[in-house]
């Protein structure tokens, strides 16, 4: 027994992570190990793209193709539509994704739509508008999402929620 605590009295004398750990690291104080990657998009091509994304969009782009979540946390005017929208078309040119659906702000549907066109002036875009989910409309627009071969979907926020999910499934 004191052979053993011999051999190991320099782990004693250290802390297991110190702040400068955590940081190198990214280990969390409680020393659980979750180290985020490092997302480089400069690889990235986006063919029928007009406009050239910055490298922290590129990234998020990267992030967004590579990950199953992606929380884009920048400040206003840092471009997180652009990568939205990059990353949208760049699921479906690589197959991730069969037909993107984006739910937007209720107030953005038509800013969203606009800076669509202006990254991909060529995109088969379908926009929905509330009035697209009227009860009368509702099944021949949910119709149309599906057996139309769009490169994205973009929705408002109130006309996804008159889809009507099941309790299980919210």
Known sequence: RQICFQNFH?????????????????????????????????????PGSTITLRPHQAAGVARILSTKNTLLAHPVGSGKTFTMIGAAFEMKRLGIARKPLMVVPNHKLGDFLADFYK????????????????????????????????????????????????????
């Open 10 to 46: 320099h782990l004693r004398r250290r802390p297991f992570l110190g702040s400068e750990d955590r940081r190198r690291t990214g280990k969390s104080q409680q020393g659980i190990g979750h180290i985020t990657g490092n997302f480089d998009g400069t690889h990235l091509q986006m």
């Open 119 to 170: 990254m991909y002036p060529g995109a088969n875009i379908l926009a929905v508008s509330d009035d697209d989910f009227t009860p009368a409309n509702k099944k021949r627009m949910l119709a149309k999402i599906q057996n139309s071969d769009f490169d994205c979907v973009i929705m408002r926020h109130s006309s996804f929620g008159r889809f009507g999910f099941s309790p299980q499934y919210e």
